[in-house]
């Protein structure tokens, strides 16, 4: 087995002087899955956003199959990672649905139409298909959930980082999308307080607590120790 993952002794900073990553090593092997859990504050998302690089450590080293993520590797990087941000108006940037979709298939190389098609096969995935012209800022907070992650599934990265991906969604979209997710090979890093959803999907969890990895394990033994 590859590794996909690999962090090393991870602290972060914020400007304000807020510790968020407190020495975090974590390992992800190829077509593994592992939920993130823990409490509101404990660093999930900070620790998300250096596994594409939008965030430098403040100490610390990553890789991601094997390469550091650093300044000159970062346009490699983000073919590999698709994340998912918590927030889906941070990701969502270009004027229609179908533009912001087949942003990241034509920055990899793919031709306007090959792009466009790769597009609207990820937006039929979750359901979002017949919204391809509208203007992402217009759209409800679940439908820009389902079109943030139809834009990574249309990367077709090795990791995919979801970032709390079933909020916003309606019950079957919350199905639908374990479901879709269940069916992809990829290495997969699912941040979230819904254990249903995470149950679904993995018997592997990390959890988190002030800005450091607490326990990893089977999520129902990690839920009963946390009292989760
Ligand atoms: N832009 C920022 N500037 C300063 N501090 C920040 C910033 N973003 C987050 N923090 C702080 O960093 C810490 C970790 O936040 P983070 O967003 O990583 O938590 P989280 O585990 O994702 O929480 P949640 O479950 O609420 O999404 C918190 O103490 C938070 O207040
Ligand atoms: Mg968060």
Redesign the pocket.
């Known amino acids: 087995m590859s590794r996909i993952v690999e962090v090393r002794e991870l602290r972060y900073v914020?400007?304000?002087g807020?510790e968020?990553?407190r020495g975090v090593d974590f390992d992800l092997e190829a077509g593994e899955t592992v939920a993130l859990l823990?409490?509101?504050?404990?660093?999930?998302?900070?620790?998300?956003?250096h596994l594409n690089g939008l965030l430098k450590p403040t100490q610390g080293t990553i890789k991601i199959d094997g390469l550091p993520v650093i300044e000159r590797n970062l346009s490699q990087i983000r073919r590999k990672v698709g994340l998912v941000f918590?927030d889906s108006d941070n990701q969502l940037f270009m004027p229609t649905v179908l533009e912001d979709v087949a942003f990241a298939p034509m920055t990899s190389g793919l031709s306007p139409e090959a792009s466009a098609e790769k597009a609207m096969d990820a937006l039929r995935l979750v359901a979002m298909d017949h919204k391809a012209n509208k203007a992402p800022w217009h759209l409800s907070a679940g439908e820009k959930k389902r079109v943030a992650i139809a834009g990574i599934l249309a990367s077709d990265p090795l990791l995919l980082v979801l970032?709390?991906p079933t909020t916003y969604l309606d019950p079957p979209g919350q199905r639908s999308l374990a479901t879709l997710l269940s069916e992809l090979p990829q290495a997969k890093i699912l941040?979230t307080?819904d254990m249903p959803f995470a149950r679904m999907l993995t018997k592997e969890a990390v959890f988190?607590q002030d800005?450091q990895i607490a326990g990893r394990g089977p999520v129902d033994q990690l839920a009963a120790h946390f009292n989760w």
């Open positions: 914020w400007e304000d807020t968020a990553l823990g409490p509101n504050g404990s660093g999930k998302t900070t620790f998300a956003l918590q970032d709390e941040i307080h988190f800005g």
